[in-house]
């Protein structure tokens, strides 16, 4: 099987956030021929198109993140049915200035973890359709809209139900199969 590296976005800027516990987890539980590293976003600004001729550093520093991995994972809370603000602001700095975006043919999967029943479903609907505008193969199933209870996932990233790890689990692998299947349909530097 191919290697691939994956960055990954926490949409939640908690220390504490159960999405951040999620990826921890998604990372245990994925295939051996996936490498991960985290892109962060906490220290942009918000975005304005006046610094499309003159990137902040830290901007930059995003769209090189993006740019250095095959693939993007996003974990991301559901706040207010939406997807959270930083998150929504990193997407618009790695997707501009206009031609230059950086999610443009890069598969990408959305998965997230809520105390809601419905965990984080219409954040996911939207960020689907923000990233379907930025022309990122999405991964469109398995959908996963996990429903987080006290003790679900530890710190270090151990799933206590069986059931909830093995599906995790399959989600990682289906995600390592879609991008394979993305980069064979959509060479790289095509």
């Known amino acids: 099987m191919t ?17 951040r516990k999620l990826a921890t987890a998604l990372v245990r539980l994925a ?16 975005y304005c198109q006046d610094s499309d001729s003159h990137y902040p550093p830290v901007a930059q520093a995003l769209k090189d993140a993006i740019a250095a991995v095959d693939a993007i994972l996003f974990v991301t809370p559901e706040y207010n049915r939406s997807i959270p603000g930083g998150l929504k602001n990193a997407i618009d700095w790695a997707s501009r ?18 105390p809601g029943k419905i965990g984080t479903a219409i954040a996911q609907t939207h960020l689907r359709s923000i990233m379907a505008f930025c022309n990122s193969p999405l991964m469109n199933s398995i959908e996963a809209y996990i429903q987080f209870e006290k003790g679900l996932i530890t710190d270090d990233g151990s799933v206590t139900n069986p059931s909830t790890a093995e599906f995790l689990e399959k989600f990682m692998a289906e995600f390592h ?4 299947r993305v980069y064979t349909a959509l060479p790289r530097g095509g």
């Open 97 to 114: 200035p206009w031609g230059k975006n950086s999610f443009n043919r890069k598969p990408s999967a959305v998965i997230g973890a809520s």
């Open 31 to 46: 295939p051996k021929e996936l490498s991960f590293s985290e892109i962060p976003f906490r220290d942009l600004p918000l």
């Open 3 to 19: 290697n691939f590296t994956v960055g990954y976005f926490v949409g939640s800027l908690s220390k504490d956030s159960i999405n």
């Open 177 to 180: 199969a879609f991008i394979g």
